[in-house]
């Protein structure tokens, strides 16, 4: 038996020969690559950029060299600064250098078994065994005809909507893609295809940058569940593996489809399947590999490619003598107004220089994806250790030919068909874009989602219509909450209206019964009382036009004291136009949302009234009493009218009639009854009469669209009749009228915020739970990517080419997803028949001063709902 001295003497001399070693060993062992000081544990955690940012990449290449090195939390990464460096470790060494090193989010997401991200092994030779046999680059002549084909419907629409430009190329390069990887033509809009291309787009931005997060770093982060605040990942891997896996099944799916009815187009799946057949039969994991390796086709492909394509769009735009010299070389070989065929190629070498220098001048990735060597290496005396993450891009792609032929024959048609120019300003001066790009792979601009935090309240504001229809629309589950607020509630005005109502099932049962009432086809009923009240208006106009506010407020009053209780205001001291007046006096002593102290911190509204500085809680003890009493008064009188069968149809009234008829007439469903009609009161009479303000200011300052659209109502109605509804359809100028007025100035331009109800991540931004979204509306009714020259009044643009340029109708106004405004319909009806009475009846001109000049409103607008400043205008009427 060993004593405890020889133990000790054994265990110290096998220490001692451990540390002498290992202390040879460093002393033999060359040095790290050069790179920045590290701090202790953390290592150059805080060197590395936040977001994958090649510039900051680039910075480090010029002062440390052509290899640097860098350790994060244990991590060893190499950065790889040029081409040199590149192929002689990852070409030349690529035994060592072919390996990828675990991307921890991508296997959670359900994305880690596609080619770009397998390890180096045997499943990765085989996959690559796939590409090769179809993408090569004899082989891709096969799909040249695919692309010939899609070229053409590329031409056509950017000869039809150039403005649209980046659309097109989109839909070019997914439906190549799309008939390559699975032989399936993009025929609508709608296709399945395309709308998981735009899930994939989504979630490819939303992944953001591989190899540098921090997943990546502390793997064992991946076991958290996504219930534990922060998890975001978790949260957003929970969400996107299924979709992932969903898109994935269904694409071989239909190819197996497809060949079974014979009616399988050649593909690289079909080809694929139809050699798997002529072996021994395909094996599951066969079928999976090739499942996997289309999608990885689908899924980046055509994103790729499409970033090449607006890379080479503003290359043009920019580099106008490279876009000339390309389009003399392709009149001297191919002629002047042809287009150009794949066997032109050879004969065109300075268009094959363009498409290589618009890779070259932006590359698609950038920074590529990280290599990971494996065994310890020495390059020109420096020590790159086992495990190392290496940052290049020479694990070259195997359909690289695929996509160049793709690129070279968009290019060289485009050029063949189109002068790329840059837009101009009013002065007739072009308008250059900047050469400025992001950092993702999926390009779009960071400012149509911006974050902001107030007193630890996130607030998320969404500027363009995208972002808006991805997030409020396209996941409404989660962003279809209210905020509190705070204020109203005191005020009693939050209690059962449906545009302040929490998302739950009393939310979508009180939904339901402005839906049954308010539809397009329900709300018809409603459009005699419309056609009524702008006859008084006009009247009312003809005796005292200087008068305008209060019978616009009358008008907007009538109507919906009408619709909601089926009452007909006849005197100004009608009960119900005294109640709309009153809430607007309430309103605006309320100020808009966040204004007073109350709904930046809610607890204040325990505090007394007797409270020093509490006003709000003052001014809500006075006025809760008269907002109750105006929310009862016309359900009461409605239903004493009911009770004595004299009650008009109306809102309430048929609500009424209907829970009667099916038993259901109990506290919960007359208390849901009274607070939806007071809210049709509430808030559908000051936007109509906001509205009509801005539509009439419109009128003033842009006489011309005045003319033109009387004109069309001579043309079409003649003389001795007024427009009715009927006539609408047959008068598309009027309807892009009133949709210019609304673009231009909406009523509410920032709408009514939502709240989201859990965290979320979008395009690679984090959105906490309780963020307060709003959608900046009036951004989006400017945004120059779907308006040409928006801050121009120009009507025309919703007709179509060639009078106009087809432009979207303004539906942002009207809110977004299961909060869009329910009463919408009547909102458009009671405005449109106004605006064509009134074109037909009055010459809208400015009032004047003393000496007779033209009193010209300043296109001047306040904040809150009510916008427009006010102004005079002479109606001068016609003869009609």
Request: net charge negative; charged share 25%; glycine share 6%.
């Amino acid at each position: 038996m060993i004593s405890g001295i020889a133990l000790v003497t054994i265990v110290g001399v096998l220490f001692t020969t451990l540390w002498v070693s290992n202390r040879r060993r460093w002393k033999v062992r060359p040095p790290y690559p050069p790179g920045p000081r590290a701090e202790p544990i953390l290592g150059h955690l805080r060197a590395v950029p936040s977001s994958y940012d090649e510039g900051a990449y680039r910075e480090m290449g010029d002062k440390y060299g052509e290899i640097v090195y860098l350790n994060v939390l244990g991590k060893s990464i190499v950065l790889l600064n040029s081409e040199r460096v590149a192929i002689d470790l990852l070409d030349k060494r690529g035994v060592i250098y072919s390996d990828r090193p675990p991307l921890p989010f991508f296997d959670m997401i359900g994305w880690g078994d596609v080619l770009s991200f397998l390890r180096y092994g045997n499943e990765f030779f085989k996959v690559r065994k796939l590409f090769q046999d179809q993408l090569a680059r004899k082989k891709c002549d096969l799909f040249h005809g695919i692309q010939l084909s899609q070229r053409c419907i590329l031409l056509r629409n950017l000869f039809d909507s150039p403005d649209r430009f980046t659309s097109h190329a989109k839909r070019y390069v997914t439906a190549v893609v799309l008939e390559i990887s699975y032989g399936r033509k993009v025929v609508f809009d709608d296709d399945r295809f395309l709308k998981n291309a735009e899930i994939l787009d989504e979630l490819i931005a939303a992944v953001g940058a591989t190899g540098l997060n921090i997943l990546d770093f502390l793997p064992i982060l991946k076991y958290i569940p996504p219930w534990v605040p922060g998890a975001w990942f978790s949260k957003f891997a929970h969400r996107a593996r299924p979709l992932i896996r969903a898109i994935k099944d269904y694409g071989l799916e239909v190819v197996q489809q497809d060949m079974s009815s014979g009616k399988a187009q050649k593909s690289f799946s079909s080809l694929h399947l139809e050699e798997l057949s002529r072996q021994n039969g395909a094996t599951k994991e066969d079928l999976e590999r090739l499942k996997v390796a289309a999608f990885q086709m689908y899924s980046a492909g055509g994103e790729t490619t499409w970033s090449a394509m607006e890379t080479f769009f503003l290359a043009m735009v920019l580099h106008p003598n490279a876009q000339k010299r390309a389009q003399r070389e392709l009149d001297t070989v191919v002629g002047h107004g042809q287009l150009p065929e794949f066997e032109d190629q050879d004969n065109l070498p300075y268009l094959r220089c363009v498409v290589h220098e618009v890779l070259r001048w932006y590359p698609v990735v950038p920074l590529g994806l990280p290599h990971r060597v494996m065994q310890d290496d020495i390059y020109e005396g420096m020590f790159i250790p086992e495990g190392a993450s290496v940052v290049a891009n020479l694990r070259i792609c195997p359909g690289r030919w695929l996509a160049e032929s793709e690129m070279w024959i968009a290019f060289a048609s485009i050029l063949s068909m189109f002068d790329i120019k840059p837009i101009q300003d009013d002065q007739g001066n072009d308008v250059l874009p900047k050469a400025e790009f992001h950092d993702s792979l999926t390009s779009f601009d960071p400012g149509d989602v911006v974050g902001l935090k107030a007193l630890r309240k996130s607030i998320i504001v969404l500027n363009n219509e995208k972002s808006a229809s991805d997030l409020l629309e396209k996941r409404s589950a989660i962003y279809s909450d209210r905020p509190r607020f705070p204020m109203l509630e005191l005020m009693g005005w939050t209690t059962g209206a449906l545009v302040f109502l929490p998302y739950n099932k009393y939310f979508h049962d009180t939904r339901k019964v402005f839906q049954k009432q308010l539809s397009r086809q329900a709300s018809a009923i409603f459009q005699e009382n419309q056609s009524r009240q702008a006859l008084v208006l006009m009247q009312n106009l003809l005796n005292t036009p200087e008068n305008l506010e209060a019978h616009l407020q009358r008008y907007s009053a009538s109507v919906v004291a009408e619709i909601a209780y089926g009452h007909h205001i006849t005197s100004a001291d009608d009960p119900y136009l005294e109640m709309v007046t009153t809430m607007n006096v309430l309103l605006a002593g309320v100020g808009g949302q966040g204004s007073n102290p109350v709904d930046l911190f809610p607890a204040l509204q325990k505090l007394p009234s007797w409270f020093p500085g509490a006003w709000f809680i003052r001014y809500a003890e006075k006025n809760l009493p008269i907002y109750t009493r105006m929310r009862n008064y016309g359900f009461d009188e409605v239903r004493k009218q009911m009770a004595l069968g004299t009650a008009k149809p109306s809102f309430l009234s048929l609500n009424l009639e209907d829970l009667l008829r099916e038993g259901k007439e109990n506290e919960t469903e007359l208390h849901r009854m009274k607070a939806s009609a007071f809210s049709i009161i509430s808030a559908g009479s000051e936007t109509t009469k906001a509205t009509i303000h801005i539509l009439i200011l419109s009128l003033l300052l842009h006489p011309q669209a005045q003319r033109k659209a009387q004109e069309e109502i001579d043309r079409v109605i003649g003389s001795g009749r007024l427009p009715d509804f009927s006539d609408r359809d047959s008068l598309p100028f009027v309807e892009c009228l009133m949709y210019e007025s609304l673009r231009w100035h909406p009523p509410a331009p920032l709408g009514v915020p939502h709240r989201v109800m859990e965290d979320d991540v979008y395009r690679g931004m984090f959105i906490p739970r309780g963020s307060t979204v709003v959608a900046n509306i009036q951004s989006m009714t400017l945004d120059g990517n779907v308006y040409r020259d928006p801050t121009i009044f120009f009507p025309e643009r919703y007709l179509p080419q060639p009078e106009g340029f087809g432009e979207p109708q303004p539906q942002v106004i009207f809110g977004f997803g299961r909060r869009i405004c329910p009463g919408r319909f009547l909102a458009e009806s009671s405005v449109w028949i106004v605006l064509a009475t009134l074109l037909t009846v009055f010459d809208i001109r400015p009032a004047k001063d003393e000496q007779g000049s033209d009193i010209i409103p300043p296109e001047e607008f306040n904040t809150g709902l009510t916008r427009y400043s006010e102004y005079l205008c002479d109606p001068e009427p016609l003869d009609f």
